[in-house]
């Protein structure tokens, strides 16, 4: 059963604390993404990849940070650098970049600070 | 730069009503277009998108939507909801990014609760 998984559903990080979000996908896709969701602002993008040992910033790549040594995986660390990091986090995965790609999305890890 | 606008944030409806949900977006070039769905705590599902040709999509779950160039609109439509329609959903249109990658810019949703 091809699908994306992400753990852990929930997540509690203590101040000055990094924290790594687990991202892996069975579908053999090339592109991964991360995208951060707050209410009632849709979802922003934080880091792509387009392939093995490549990514790049998205629109809001300050304090986190990102590894593609996997075509598989894909983790997302929040680093203490970011000061508002509560938030859904989504990671998606399409089959290429291309402007008809379909993004295929993850059941989301919620982080919530104490 | 492209974006999207989803113009009601909320749309309650009753039972067995059609619903329309609103999206307008700005591109000065061609579009493709998305319609998501996401359930509460879940992950975003894919309801329908448009690539070309008809601009009538119809999608999962009974939905459909409509492209409209002139008006700059892609309205999800639904002739008869069910109270498991209640969801947020989100529109976002494919837009070019630095490096020759796309990317998927998203409306801020809308959230549409089916009462008895």
């Known amino acids: 059963d091809g699908g994306i998984t992400q753990s852990p559903k929930y997540l509690f990080r203590k101040e000055g604390q990094n924290v790594t979000l687990s991202c892996e996908q069975n579908?053999?896709?090339?592109?991964m993404y991360w995208y951060r969701q707050d209410p009632g602002q849709g979802l922003r993008l934080i880091y792509y990849?387009?392939?093995?040992?490549?990514?790049q910033k998205g629109d809001i790549a300050e304090g986190y940070s990102v590894s593609r040594e996997k075509k598989e995986s894909f983790p997302l660390t929040v680093t203490s650098a970011q000061k508002n990091p509560t938030a859904f986090y989504l990671c998606?995965?399409?089959?290429?970049?291309?402007?008809?790609?379909?993004?295929?999305f993850g059941p989301g890890t919620r982080l919530l600070v104490l | 730069a492209q974006s999207v606008t989803q113009l009601d944030s909320q749309v309650p409806v009753f039972e067995e009503a059609p619903v329309e949900l609103r999206c307008n977006y700005s591109?000065?070039?061609?579009?493709?277009l998305f319609w998501y769905v996401q359930y509460p705590n879940q992950g975003l599902q894919l309801l329908l998108k448009?690539?070309?040709?008809?601009?009538l999509v119809k999608g999962i779950n009974g939905f459909e939507a409509e492209f409209n160039k002139s008006q700059t609109s892609f309205h999800l439509r639904k002739p008869s909801v069910h109270i498991s329609d209640t969801a947020e959903y989100f529109c976002?249109?494919?837009?070019?990014?630095?490096?020759?990658?796309?990317?998927?810019?998203f409306g801020a949703g809308t959230r549409l609760a089916v009462h008895p």
């Open positions: 579908l053999n896709h090339d592109a």
């Open positions: 591109s000065s070039v061609s579009v493709y």
């Open positions: 448009y690539l070309s040709g008809s601009t």
């Open positions: 976002a249109v494919s837009s070019s990014f630095r490096g020759g990658y796309n990317k998927l810019i």
């Open positions: 998606a995965s399409s089959m290429g970049t291309g402007r008809e790609e379909t993004q295929y």
């Open positions: 990849s387009q392939i093995v040992n490549d990514f």
